[in-house]
C-alpha cells in the first residue's frame, strides 16, 4: 500500500489535518517518516505560492495524490447548496481554480464539507438540483485536464448529503463521467456503513482515495476500527490509491503520524506473512 500524510499550506482550524505551519519543514518531517506521498489542504490556490511547493515537493520526493478543498467551507463557508447564488457560484470558482495544479501535480480533487448542507429555508429538492449541477460542471472542466474528482461520504451529524456509499453510488450513475469517484474515509464509515469491508468491496473501482483515522478520530490503533479487516479487503480488491492519514494530531503531529503508519504498516506485514504461510 501507498501511504499519504495531510499536511495544509494554510493556517486552518480543522483539527484532524494533522500538519500546519511551516510549509517546508513539515515536508521534510512527513518525507523522513517514510510516507510515499502528501496530501494537500489548499483554502485558496490564488493565495499559494505553486511553483514553490511544486519544488519543495519534488525536492523531497513526495507523490500528491489529492488535495482538500474543505477549507473553502470551513474558513469562508463556499458550498455547492448555499441559497445564496454568488456564494454557490464563488464555490465553483474555488473548485475549477485547484484544476491546474491538479494537473500539474497528478493529484484529483476531493469534494467533501464544500458541497454543503441543507440549509435552513432550503428545500431538499433545492439542493440536490443545485449539488447535482456543481458536480457535473466542475466534473466537465476538471475532465479536459484529465483531474479526478472524488467526493466524500460525510457522516449524517455534519451534514444529510451523501453521507453512504450506496447513495454516492447512485450519485455516481446520475451525474456520469469517468473522472467522478469517492474518497471514503474509515471515521466516517463507522457511523454510517453497516460494514466497511462491505461498503469497500461495493466502491470497488468507484473508489479514488481513501482516509484513515480510528473511530475517536485519532490515529490507528486508538479506537476500535478493525484495520487489519479493513486492509486485507483492500489488497482483495487491488486498491492502487493511497491510504492517507486525515486524523487528530494528538498528543503531538508527529508522533501521532508516525505511531498511525507504523501500525498500518505491522498490520500489512502480518497479513503477507499470513499468506506465504498459507501457500
Avoid at 32 to 42: Q, R, S, W
Avoid at 47 to 70: K, R
Avoid at 143 to 164: H, K
Amino acid at each position: 500500500m501507498k501511504y499519504s500524510m495531510c499536511l495544509s499550506t494554510n493556517p486552518a482550524q480543522f483539527e484532524a489535518v494533522p500538519f500546519k505551519g511551516d510549509f517546508r519543514q513539515n515536508v521534510q518531517k512527513i518525507a523522513e517518516m517514510g510516507f510515499d506521498g502528501i496530501e494537500l489542504a489548499i483554502r485558496d490556490p490564488n493565495i499559494i505560492d505553486q511553483d514553490e511547493i511544486y519544488s519543495i515537493l519534488e525536492i523531497a520526493g513526495m507523490q500528491v495524490p489529492a488535495i482538500g478543498t474543505g477549507q473553502a467551507w470551513g474558513e469562508e463557508g463556499l458550498s455547492f447548496t448555499d441559497p445564496d447564488s454568488k456564494i454557490r457560484e464563488k464555490a465553483i470558482e474555488r473548485v475549477l481554480s485547484h484544476i491546474d495544479f491538479a494537473a500539474r501535480t497528478g493529484a484529483l480533487i476531493i469534494i467533501g464539507l464544500l458541497r454543503g448542507v441543507v440549509k435552513p429555508g432550503v428545500t431538499l429538492i433545492d439542493a440536490d438540483q443545485w449539488l447535482h449541477e456543481a458536480f457535473s460542471y466542475c466534473c466537465k472542466k476538471a475532465a479536459l485536464q484529465d483531474v479526478c474528482i472524488a467526493f466524500e461520504p460525510i457522516n449524517r451529524y455534519e451534514t444529510s448529503l451523501l453521507n453512504s456509499v450506496r447513495s454516492g453510488l447512485k450519485f455516481i450513475d446520475e451525474i456520469g463521467g469517468e473522472n467522478l469517484g469517492m474518497l471514503l474515509d474509515t471515521f466516517h464509515m463507522n457511523i454510517e456503513e453497516p460494514s466497511i469491508e462491505e461498503s469497500i468491496r461495493i466502491a470497488g473501482d468507484r473508489m479514488f482515495h481513501f482516509h484513515y483515522a480510528d473511530s475517536n478520530r485519532l490515529y490507528p490503533g486508538c479506537g476500535h476500527i478493525d484495520f487489519r479487516s479493513i486492509l486485507k479487503v483492500l489488497h482483495r480488491i487491488d486498491y492502487k490509491g493511497f491510504l492517507s492519514g486525515e486524523h487528530r494530531p494528538d498528543p503531538e503531529p508527529a508522533l501521532a503520524a508516525a505511531q498511525g503508519l507504523r501500525y498500518l504498516r505491522v498490520l500489512e506485514e502480518e497479513l503477507e506473512e499470513e499468506v506465504v504461510a498459507f501457500r
